[in-house]
């Protein structure tokens, strides 16, 4: 990676807000309905699980003004099946920030029939800002740059400034309530919730930044935490630009793991003998692509299908096809089939549109840690990440963020994340998972004195339940409801083996 990644965030923890200013909200007791708020169905969970139960409690908006404006959670419970087996609840936090699109109290659903159904009372939770609880929305503001995988210097000033008006339409939209949507505070959340369900302690499994959250409240409230799982992290000692452009390198990996298993096979395929080879022919294919007419286009889609596919061991095949069949359909000059060859292949950059307004949380935390501000730093990665991570949009990684323009400081630093008063957990992280590094896994386990159950060859994001991942879920399984830890490193295949196609002969 380069050097430009920003500033190491802070380390300070400033006092917490005394127990007897909490004693209201500590003290609510939650209204169950299985109706939810928010204009959300109930869902039914697996073999014909009883409906989740919904509810809502209050919550300061500024924990350091205890008196002041509330704000709502949204709560969801599925009961634990066996009663008598009980030992608590499990709470879950999904991942973003922001992100699932408020779906966190559908969570529980997706975990009944499990063991831990069987002991658990399961709590879902919409995180502050997002989904049924208080939201923070922004303005929707459409960018005018041309979506690039390589942009060009030229479209430097134009990108910086979509980024600029995007932190203004959150401000515009999110107001006073911005500085207030934290990690530290969704913990704070938890913590509320915790003593509302009248319990000492809670068992916790968070996914991608939800795992993060995690880390969070056990860091800040050692003694409430019992079991945890913590599930696709992103690397505690990093700041969110660090996170972003790790994505780039995380991206790169699965594509030169492909690159090598299709090189062992260009009998087959015919992009080459070895690995450079292959990169070789899929920059052949990247330069065709840009010289038919609308090339950019076409060729930003196939770089996002290198990156995506590659991340998904059971698209190898499709994806050594697909470059072998553009090479064609370009080197002829043939646009229509090359359209036709990715018209499947979608696109991403940060635009969800939920009409004139859109949830703002994403920028909101990721201002938590301190973002460079002068543009050079931004410009000088992009031309970096132009060159060598151009897979799965890794560009957009480097490019200008909101933090460039923060229209905020956020009211206190980051959590020191530490484990002292509570068990030891488990951390879960696919070798090639392509949002969350590999590396922060591996550094969260250490950091916590976790026990780390690596899976495999694989891009899986999200893996335990949500993945359908049955090695992985039998592990995970035997130590939330029965205690049992695996060895501290443990390894699980993939959910989706490499394509059964013989490598070269001799």
């Given amino acids: 990676m380069g050097t430009n990644v920003g500033t190491k965030r802070p380390r300070q923890t400033p006092a917490e807000t005394p127990p007897e200013a909490l004693r209201e909200f500590r003290a609510q007791e939650p209204l169950w309905s299985s109706e939810p708020t928010g204009g ?3 869902r039914r969970g697996a073999d014909g699980a009883p409906p989740l139960e919904y509810a809502t409690v209050e919550v300061p908006r500024d924990y ?3 008196g002041g404006e509330r704000l709502t959670i949204a709560l969801s419970r599925l009961r634990a099946a066996d009663p008598a087996r009980r030992r608590g609840v499990l709470l879950f936090a999904n991942g ?13 659903a997706r975990f009944a029939g499990t063991p831990v159904h069987e002991v658990y009372d399961l709590i879902g939770f919409d995180p502050r800002g997002t989904g049924a609880s208080t939201p923070l929305y922004a303005e929707v503001v ?4 041309p979506f690039d995988s390589r942009p060009p210097d030229s479209a430097f000033e134009a990108l910086a400034e979509d980024m600029r008006l995007r932190e203004l339409a959150c401000e515009r939209a999110g107001g006073d309530l911005r500085p207030h949507i934290s990690t530290r505070n969704t913990a704070r959340d938890m913590d509320v919730i915790r003593a509302v369900l009248g319990e000492e302690r809670l068992s916790f499994v968070g996914y991608a930044y939800g795992a993060y959250v995690g880390a969070v409240y056990g860091s800040m409230f050692p003694g409430r935490l019992d079991r945890s799982v913590l599930d696709s992290c992103v690397n505690p000692e990093w700041t969110w630009r660090e996170q972003f452009l ?4 995380a991206v790169r990996r699965n594509v030169e793991r492909w690159a090598s298993w299709t090189g062992e096979r260009h009998g087959h395929f015919g992009l080459g003998t070895g690995p450079e080879q292959v990169l070789e022919t899929v920059e052949e294919v990247v330069g065709l692509l840009r010289d038919l007419p609308d090339g950019i286009r076409l060729r930003t889609l196939f770089d996002g299908a290198v990156g995506t596919r590659a991340s998904d061991r059971g698209q190898w095949a499709e994806l050594g096809r697909l470059v072998g069949d553009l090479r064609t359909a370009a080197g002829s ?17 940060p635009t969800d549109n939920e009409g004139d307004l859109r949830t703002g949380v994403l920028e909101a935390v990721t201002l938590e840690h301190e973002w460079p501000s002068d543009l050079g730093v931004y410009r000088d990665d992009m031309r970096d990440f132009r060159e060598r991570f151009p897979y799965g949009y890794g560009v957009l990684r480097a ?4 933090g460039a323009f923060r229209t905020f400081r956020a009211p206190e630093e980051p959590t020191r994340i530490t484990r002292d008063g509570y068990p030891v957990g488990l951390v879960v992280q696919a070798d090639g998972d392509p949002m969350d590094h590999y590396a922060g896994g591996v550094a969260m386990a250490e950091l916590l004195g976790h026990h780390l159950v690596t899976v495999e060859d694989s891009g899986e994001h999200e893996v335990y339940v949500l993945g359908g991942n049955t090695a992985v879920d039998a592990v995970v399984h035997r130590y939330l409801a029965d205690g049992e830890l695996p060895p501290v490193r443990t390894s699980c295949p993939g959910r989706t083996p490499r394509p059964d196609v013989p490598a070269d002969a001799g």
């Fill in 40 to 42: 959300r169905s109930a």
């Fill in 64 to 66: 350091a003004d205890p």
């Fill in 96 to 108: 973003g920030p922001g992100g699932d699109w408020g779906l966190g109290r559908d969570l529980p």
């Fill in 142 to 145: 459409l960018p005018r740059a």
């Fill in 246 to 249: 790790w994505q780039g390198d």
């Fill in 333 to 349: 000059g043939d646009g229509e089939k090359a359209g036709l060859l990715l018209s499947e292949q979608g696109t991403w950059r």
């Fill in 399 to 402: 490019q200008p963020w909101v």
